[in-house]
Structure formats: structure tokens, C-alpha cells
């Protein structure tokens, strides 16, 4: 199993990926887009943009992710893609009637410069009826950034100020997580006793119930009501800084909304500062039932922290999903010695600072030194782990064949997971998900201990 | 129960009017009264339609180079592309070198903003530098992506100075996802290219073996061709390459050595075939090895083809032994089958080829189309000469080739060439329309839409087609079945994969799940009670 991978690293400097650990934007945007309720994706490009998006997503849900395309052929490449994009418009409309049609670019029709609002604004949209769109060109950033964007492009087309004094309301950025994290946020913030608009939400949508009827439009997502209703909400959370910090920051500048950026909820401390952010900013105490679930948390851990303490990690994936999981094992005595993201470190035009600085901050703190790398691949993170071997990979489907490689036990997180289900149901984040993540670990570690066991050294009791 | 022409406009009425125009020509209700029925294929998707096609990107490096696994394949674009098609298409390969197979492995020149607007070469450059250093490959391709074509990126002039850097042949496609209208454009600058560079490529004048075929248009999904392979080796037959699955730059190069070539998918490959046959003198077969009838046919149609009684003999023998090992196994799964329905809507020619074994279980397919076809793959090859050439098709070039001096050889004389053609199709395929009953429904690039509308009408009991549909179908309680992916099953093909693919077939039917899509609750009162002459108890 990549058997093509030498030990030996040596400085690539092409700047090309070998074994990604990232994708294009334009899928983050389809992703994010499917989180308003009644909303088709539009991919502005070639045909193979959306087939791919779409496959992709239907691979790590299991779920359908519709979506249309601005199929475009060398003609619309030279003369510009306005009449595709117009057609597109009225027979999307006119055929699958969802409320909002969310347009995103593709490099294709970046490189080519279809000015996309102007289009827009000279096609004929039907009565009640909302085109949006965002930039993705896909040679910037990663499917991250183009969550971001389409988030944006959520804040830019539909949020408004209009009450004179903000709603006792939170608004929820979620980032780039699966439905079932989106849900466990919600009730955490109901639990909370706090009104919250959640945007993009692709609860409801991406992991909608089976009732033997297709509907092209499921219950779920954030409705154009709540996300102009979000310009007079009293305070945003930004959650997971790559995938929601932008959003949250127009949406301050466009509303006068202030925004709070945090890391994605996962682990006691990332849920800790949510939990602690809203308690400030709403004057409300955190309930029993939350504190009775850290309770159990820090129960666990304590109990647990002898299958845990010591050992090596490495971990790649989507770079708020990768922190939160950095401070999690931290927070489990275990040492992550090979951490990186695909996702370059601090795109350009993007608030977020520089992942490299904030993982190695939170190294430092806990007294471990590692490899950290922003915009790599995995093919660099084989050969770390060739170099210098970990105990457990925690990751995407795509590490199984380094873990096979390697014979490292490898826990599935993030995005995607292609070849495991129900991961998209289940939170990572909360108390909750950090139970889960934590019994995923723990599981991982032990069936490797006693796989490798000697008969005489096998145990009943762990 | 069948489409009724009336439905079928009712269906079509619900369009705008130009999609009404455009669509009608597409679809169309078999009727075998009627001589030539013509169906509009290979053009444009209207923009906004819900397709299930892809690019040419996806039909170039994602279908036919992929699979080849000896040579590193580099996208030259944004990062997307070469990610998507990185490990997803399940075209299996085994190397007895395994550091000499990159199968596992995706390069991307990840292009950013600076490389499109100051151009990708230099760095396409490095990155060939890079993969030869640290793998050595026998050989390289590079795939171009939209931006590539736009900003004029010659990566055919970064290919050919590489080549000469290092000696290691570097082979560019400039397969840009615009061209065209869906992965078929793909196919064809493939094969134009694997043609020009690869085929023949080695000083081999001879096959090594008896019988040395060519198996052209199969890319070993879940296995595929090692079980199709099994039973032409058992016969005695010397498979030269397999284009692609499997498949190598090593074993490629030798494919002018073959006396015959099998085509399996005959709308990616259909270009090599006949490019080989006029520059080797080599003729293709038409080959289906899907089902157990079209397996046999196949293999009786090939041993007709070499004409030797030992062979012929050695045909029925593993005919015989393999039908009656697995109809035993078929029975069980037939019982549940029986009398089912089906639509099938694949690529470009697994909608034609799984009708059969799903006759051979009992069930009947009543819609079927291809996503990405041509007119020839429907109604087949004679309507050739009368496709009219669009600008759509004109921007993929037409390879013109003639008879190799030193290698020209007819396989066959004329005189018996044309007596087997009255026999087998030799160097012809009769398309998919041929075969279907009256009153089923033939759909070209099938979209959401009319997948709903048809489903409603019909109420098929399983659905075969691809990830992009499954679970579409599946919300509707309908089994679906991926005929792309197998479902992560296989293999399908061969007398094994006959087996393999009633039984989960079978599975999708016996599934207890589908018995708990309606709550107990949901035909039952919330309040019970009996109205008496003194009132409500």
C-alpha cells in the first residue's frame, strides 16, 4: 500500500499537491447553499464542476444533493457564460421551483470574468423568487473557503437591519460540519434557554428522514426569513474561524451585528468558550443539564485518561476541524505530533490568522512539539509518519491508506467519510461529541492493544 | 405496464417550450412496427437541467487514462479535479511491482491565483520534475482542466520538453471539462492520444501466446476483468492488454500484437477499435459479457471468429461446466426477482448490457438510456455516415490514420471477413434499441425531472443507475442500484459476476428496512372508543 512513498522527505517546491488534503471551493459552496431551506445549488461551469460536487456529497451524506449546472461548452467558454447562466435561471424556476437559487463560480467562469450580479440583475426572476451568488473561484483556498463565501453571500444578498434595537437572538455560524453537529449546536443553545438563528443549517436537509416520498425541497435549513432576520440579532457566533469568521464579520459591518469569533465546539474546552460566550452575552446561567453532561465528560476523561495519556497523534483535515480535535487529544494528555491541513493557512482576503501560529500556540502551552502545516498534502503527512510514527491517525477516509501503510489505527473525523456511515448523524461537537469522539479514540486504541496482545497478555478488564 | 403516448406529452408539456422542443427529440416509446426510429444523442444539456453527465475531463482522465497503473497521471488545474477523480471509480488494478503502481496516488499542479493569470507551464514543468524524481514512472500523462485551455497553458510543448529532459514519454491531453457535451469528448481525445503514443509503441511483432486478443473498453470495476479474463485464459485465449482496467503502459504498448479486439464499452473505446483495424488490419468484435447469455454469446462468437474446432470444443466445455455450476446458485435468487421492473440509465453502454441479466432473473427493464451516448450506441453503427457533425463535436479532433507499412496484416481475408459478419458483430455493434420489447421507454441524458415523472407513470421496482440518483430513489422506497460503482460490490461481468449481481439485486428486494418507511401508528387512531346509545365510551 503506497509502496511509491519513500521514507526519505525532500523539499517540493512546485507548489503542486500529491494526495490532497483539500478540495475546491466550489463544493464547499454547494454545502453551504444546501443549508437554506428550499434552495438548489447552481454551479456556474462546466458540467463535470457539479457531477463531481454533487457525487461527492452524496458519497459522504448518503443523501441526495441536488443541484443544477450552467453546462457550459467551449462556445460559452469563449463568448462568456450570461445566456447559459439566464436559461439556467428561468428553467430552474420554471421546472424544479425552489424559493432561492444559490449561484456559485467555478474557475472556469472565474478565469473567464462573468460578471455574475450583472447577469443576475438583467434575468428575469420570477415573483417571490431570490437569486444569490457567490465568488468561488477554486485556485484560492479550499471547499472551506467556499463555505465561507457562500455564507457570505448569504449575509451580503438576504441579511437586514431592520429594528432600531437588536433581538434577544445569537446567530449561529456552524462552519463546515455535518448535520448532525449543526443539530447538537442548536440544542445546545436552546438548552441554554437562548433564541438562535443557525445559518447555513443543513440539518433537515442532509440527513432528512426516509418517509417513502422524495421531496426535492426537504423541512430543513435556514429559511429566508431567519437569515435576514439575522441583521437584528443581538450578537454572531462565528464558529471555526476558516469557515465562519467572514460571514460573521460582513454581517457585523453590513448589520452592526458583533460578532464573537470561537473555534468549533469540539472538546471540553472549545465548548467550554461557547458555552461561556453565551452565558455573557445573554445574562443567561448554564442550566443543570449542561453541566450535568460536562460532568459526565470529565468523568469519562478522568477515568479514561490512562488508555490515552502519552500517545502519538497525527492529524490532518479541514483546518477548525483540525484545531478543535488538536485540543481535544491535548486535553486527553496525548500528544499530536504531526498535524496538518490542506486548506492554505490564512487565505488571502480572509480574516483568519495563520493556523501554523495557532496550533503551535496551543503545543507550546502543553509542552509538545510537532509538525504542523497549513496548505500541505498528504503525501507529506505519510512521510512524517514514515519518520517519525504515531500511535493513532485521526482524519478523513482518505488517511485509511496511510493507515494501511503504516498498520496505525486511523478514528474517521471531518470531511469526508466515504467509507463509513452514520458519521453525519452523530455530533463531534458539545459535551456529547466529545464523549463521542473519546469513546472512537479509546475504541481504536484498545482494539489495536489487544490485537497485538500475547494470549497470556490478553485482558478481560482494560 | 408501458408509456402511453399521451403520458409521454403530458410529460414533455410541462417544460418550457424550448426544453419541450429540445427534450422530445430524446426520448422516444419503442415500436418495432417502425423502421428507423431516430433519437437525438450526444448534443448539448439544456443549462439549468438536473444531468447526470459529466465533462471531458471526467471521460479523459477520470474513465480511460485512470485506470492505467504504471503511469503517474498529473491534473494540470485547480485542485478539484484531480481530487474528485482520485480512488472513486473502483477500477481495481494489482501490480507485481507495487512501487510501480500509482493507482492510490493523485497529482494536481493545484494551480492558484498567480498561475492563472501568469500562466501554469513553469509549473506543470516542476511538477513532472517532481513525479519522476520521487517515482519513476514508466511514462506520464497530464490532463488539462477548464482554466488550462483559457489562459493557453501549451501543455502539449511542457510535455515534450519534459519528455526530453528526463527520456520518459510524457503524454498531454488537452482534455478541458468544456469540450464537447459530456465525458464522451473525453473518450475520444484518450483514445486519439493512447493511439499515437502508446499503441504500438514496442518492438514486439508478435504475440507471445495463442489466440492473442485485445479487451478494449473495460476497466475491471469491482473486479470485472479478472473474472472475464479467468475464463478466456481457461480457454485459451492470450490477453495482450485490457483498455484500460488494469491495464498498463507496458502491456499497451504491445496491443498491435492482437489478432482480435473485443470491445466491451463500445462508446469510450469505439475509436481505438477502428483506428487498430485500419492500421493493423486487426477487426473488433462486439462483445458483451454481462449476463450469462451475453457472456456465452460472446465466447461462441469469439471461437467462431478463430475458427478452430479445439477451440470451439474448449468454448462449450467451459460454457457447459460454468452454466450448470451457477443456475443453481441463479434459481434462488430468480424466485424473488421474477416479475419485477426495472429502469436502467448508465453510462454508455452498461444501460444496454445489464438488461440482459436482468431478463435472466426475471426482470424486465422498461426505460433504459445511456447518460453520455451517441445515435450509433442507440440505433447503431450504420447511422454513422448520416450524424451530422455540430460545433460541439467539431472542436475534438478527428485522428486520421492509415495502414502501418511494416504491420499491416489482415487478421482475416475479405471474402471471410464478410462471411463472419453474417454471423457475429464483426467491426459492428447493433446499438441498444434492436433489443428492447415494444412499448419501453428510451431516454436520452435522462434528468431529474423526467426521472420522477417516469417513476410516477411506471413504478418500477428497482432503479439502476448512479450515486448522483441513488438516493433520490431511494427516499421514494424504490431499491437503487449502482451500476457505476456496484454499490462497492462485484465483480458484475463473467459467470461469477452474473451470481454476484442476482444476489444483491435479491438483497435490495429482501431487505427487511423497507418494511419500516410507515410508522405502526400512522394507519391506527389516536383514540380508540365505541359510540353506544348512552354516548362515546
Known amino acids: 500500500m503506497l509502496d511509491c512513498t519513500p521514507k526519505e522527505l525532500k523539499e517540493r517546491n512546485s507548489g503542486g499537491a500529491i494526495n490532497p488534503a483539500k478540495t475546491c471551493q466550489p463544493l464547499g459552496a454547494m454545502y453551504a447553499a444546501l443549508g437554506i431551506h428550499g434552495c438548489l445549488p447552481h454551479s456556474h461551469g462546466s458540467q463535470g464542476c457539479c457531477s463531481y460536487h454533487r457525487m461527492h456529497l452524496s458519497r459522504h451524506f448518503r443523501e441526495p444533493a441536488m443541484a443544477s449546472t450552467s453546462s457550459f461548452t467551449e462556445g460559452a467558454s469563449v463568448f462568456g457564460g450570461g445566456a447559459n447562466l439566464k436559461t439556467a435561471i428561468k428553467n430552474v424556476f420554471a421546472i424544479y421551483n425552489p424559493e432561492v437559487m444559490a449561484v456559485h463560480t467555478t474557475c472556469l467562469t472565474e478565469t473567464i470574468g462573468d460578471d455574475i450580479p450583472s447577469i443576475i440583475k438583467s434575468t428575469e426572476i420570477p415573483e417571490g423568487k431570490i437569486v444569490i451568488h457567490a465568488n468561488t473561484p477554486s485556485y484560492l483556498g479550499s471547499h472551506v473557503t467556499g463555505f465561507s463565501n457562500m455564507t457570505k453571500g448569504m449575509v451580503s444578498y438576504l441579511a437586514e437591519a431592520t429594528l432600531p434595537i437588536k433581538k434577544e437572538q445569537v446567530n449561529i455560524i456552524p462552519g463546515f460540519v455535518n448535520p448532525g453537529d449543526m443539530r447538537e449546536i442548536k440544542r445546545i443553545v436552546k438548552v441554554m434557554g437562548i433564541k438562535s438563528i443557525m445559518f447555513p443549517d443543513t440539518s433537515g436537509v442532509l440527513d432528512a428522514p426516509m418517509t417513502g416520498k422524495f421531496t426535492m425541497f426537504p423541512q430543513g435549513g435556514a429559511t429566508v426569513a431567519q437569515i435576514k432576520d439575522s441583521g437584528n440579532s443581538k450578537l454572531t457566533l462565528a464558529l471555526g474561524r476558516f469557515a465562519s469568521s467572514d460571514p460573521a464579520e460582513l454581517l457585523a459591518q453590513k448589520c452592526q451585528v458583533p460578532a464573537t469569533i470561537l473555534k468549533t465546539p469540539i472538546g471540553i474546552k472549545a465548548t467550554d468558550a461557547l458555552l461561556v460566550a453565551l452565558r455573557r452575552a445573554f445574562a443567561q446561567e448554564v442550566p443543570y443539564e449542561l453541566e450535568e453532561e460536562r460532568g459526565q465528560l470529565v468523568d469519562i476523561m478522568t477515568d479514561t485518561h490512562f488508555h490515552f495519556h502519552g500517545k502519538q497523534v497525527g492529524i490532518f483535515g479541514d483546518p477548525d476541524i483540525v484545531t478543535g480535535l488538536t485540543e481535544l487529544v491535548l486535553s486527553l494528555g496525548m500528544k499530536p505530533i504531526h498535524i496538518l491541513t490542506g486548506t492554505p493557512g490564512g487565505a488571502k482576503g480572509s480574516v483568519a490568522g495563520s493556523f501554523e501560529d495557532e496550533i503551535q500556540a496551543m503545543l507550546k502551552s502543553a509542552g509538545v512539539s510537532a509538525n504542523v502545516k497549513a496548505g500541505g498534502d498528504l503525501f507529506t503527512f505519510h512521510q512524517w509518519l514514515k519518520n517519525e510514527p504515531v500511535d493513532l491517525i485521526i482524519g478523513n477516509t482518505y488517511g485509511k491508506y496511510i493507515a494501511r501503510a503504516e498498520d496505525i489505527p486511523l478514528v474517521r473525523v471531518g470531511f469526508p467519510v466515504l467509507d463509513r456511515s452514520v458519521h453525519s448523524y452523530l455530533p463531534i461537537v458539545g459535551y456529547r461529541g466529545a464523549m463521542r469522539l473519546i469513546e472512537s479514540i479509546s475504541n481504536a486504541l484498545l482494539d489495536r492493544a489487544d490485537r497485538d496482545a500475547a494470549d497470556e497478555d490478553f485482558e478481560l478488564v482494560m | ?537
Open chain 2, 1 to 537: 405496464m408501458a408509456v402511453t403516448e399521451k403520458e409521454l406529452q403530458e410529460i414533455l408539456d410541462q417544460y418550457p417550450s424550448k426544453v419541450q422542443k429540445n427534450r422530445t427529440k430524446h426520448i422516444f416509446i419503442k415500436d418495432g412496427a417502425e423502421s428507423a426510429q431516430v433519437i437525438e444523442a450526444n448534443t448539448r444539456t439544456i443549462p439549468g437541467i438536473i444531468t447526470n453527465r459529466g465533462c471531458a475531463y471526467a471521460g479523459c482522465k477520470g474513465v480511460v487514462l485512470g485506470p492505467l497503473k504504471d503511469m503517474v497521471h498529473i491534473t494540470h488545474g485547480p485542485i478539484g479535479c484531480g481530487y474528485y477523480s482520485w480512488g472513486t471509480r473502483r477500477n481495481k488494478a494489482k501490480s507485481d511491482d507495487p512501487t510501480q503502481n500509482f493507482l492510490n496516488y493523485c497529482v494536481s499542479t493545484d494551480m492558484q491565483e498567480s498561475d492563472i493569470v501568469f500562466g501554469g507551464e513553469k509549473k506543470l514543468a516542476k511538477v513532472i520534475d517532481e513525479v519522476i524524481d520521487i517515482f519513476h514512472p514508466k511514462a506520464v500523462t497530464v490532463s488539462a482542466t477548464c482554466p488550462v485551455g483559457l489562459i493557453g497553458d501549451d501543455i502539449s510543448a511542457v510535455a515534450r520538453a519534459a519528455e526530453s529532459r528526463h527520456g520518459v514519454p510524457i503524454l498531454a491531453f488537452s482534455c478541458e471539462g468544456y469540450k464537447g457535451v459530456s465525458q464522451s469528448a473525453g473518450h475520444h481525445i484518450a483514445n486519439n492520444i493512447l493511439m499515437e503514443r502508446v499503441i504500438g509503441a514496442s518492438e514486439t511483432e508478435k504475440a507471445s501466446g495463442k489466440y492473442p486478443i485485445n479487451i478494449l473498453g473495460e476497466y475491471n470495476i469491482g473486479g470485472d476483468s479478472w473474472e472475464v479474463e479467468r475464463v478466456l485464459e481457461e480457454i485459451g485465449y492470450t490477453v495482450v492488454s485490457v483498455m484500460t482496467g488494469d491495464g498498463s503502459y507496458e502491456e499497451l504498448k504491445n496491443a498491435h500484437t492482437a489478432e482480435l479486439n473485443l470491445v466491451q464499452c463500445h462508446r469510450s473505446i469505439n475509436y481505438i477499435a477502428e483506428m487498430l483495424e485500419t492500421k493493423y488490419g486487426t477487426p473488433w468484435l462486439k462483445v458483451n459479457f454481462i449476463g450469462i447469455a451475453g457472456m456465452s454469446e460472446s465466447l461462441r462468437n469469439m471461437a467462431l471468429y478463430f475458427g478452430d474446432e479445439a477451440l470451439i470444443a474448449k468454448t462449450e466445455e467451459v460454457i457447459a461446466r460454468e452454466v450448470a455450476r451457477i443456475e443453481p446458485l441463479m434459481e434462488q435468487y430468480k424466485k424473488i426477482c421474477d416479475g419485477k421492473t426495472a429502469f436502467c440509465f448508465v453510462g454508455g453502454s452498461r444501460g444496454h448490457h445489464y438488461q440482459g441479466l436482468f431478463a435472466e432473473i426475471g426482470i424486465e427493464t422498461v426505460l433504459a438510456g445511456y447518460e453520455f451516448a451517441h445515435r450509433d450506441d442507440y440505433e447503431g453503427r450504420q447511422v454513422i455516415p448520416t450524424i451530422k457533425t455540430d460545433a460541439d463535436s467539431k472542436n475534438i479532433p478527428q485522428m486520421q490514420v492509415s495502414a502501418d507499412e511494416r504491420r499491416f496484416r489482415l487478421k482475416v481475408s475479405p471474402e471471410k471477413m464478410e462471411e463472419l459478419k453474417q454471423k457475429i458483430p464483426l467491426s459492428y455493434y447493433a446499438g441498444m434499441t434492436v433489443t428492447m420489447k415494444d412499448g419501453s421507454i428510451i431516454v436520452d441524458d435522462l434528468n431529474h425531472f423526467e426521472t420522477e415523472e417516469f417513476i410516477k407513470i411506471l413504478k418500477p421496482d428497482i432503479f439502476a443507475s448512479g450515486i448522483k440518483d441513488k438516493y433520490v430513489i431511494q427516499k421514494m422506497g424504490i431499491p437503487a442500484k449502482q451500476l457505476h460503482s456496484y454499490d462497492y460490490s462485484g465483480p458484475y461481468a463473467g459467470f461469477n459476476g452474473a451470481v454476484n449481481f442476482a444476489r444483491d439485486v435479491s438483497m435490495g428486494f429482501a431487505s427487511p428496512t423497507w418494511n419500516f418507511i410507515v410508522p405502526p401508528w400512522q394507519d391506527e387512531p389516536l383514540l380508540t372508543g365505541t359510540v353506544t346509545e348512552e354516548g362515546v365510551a
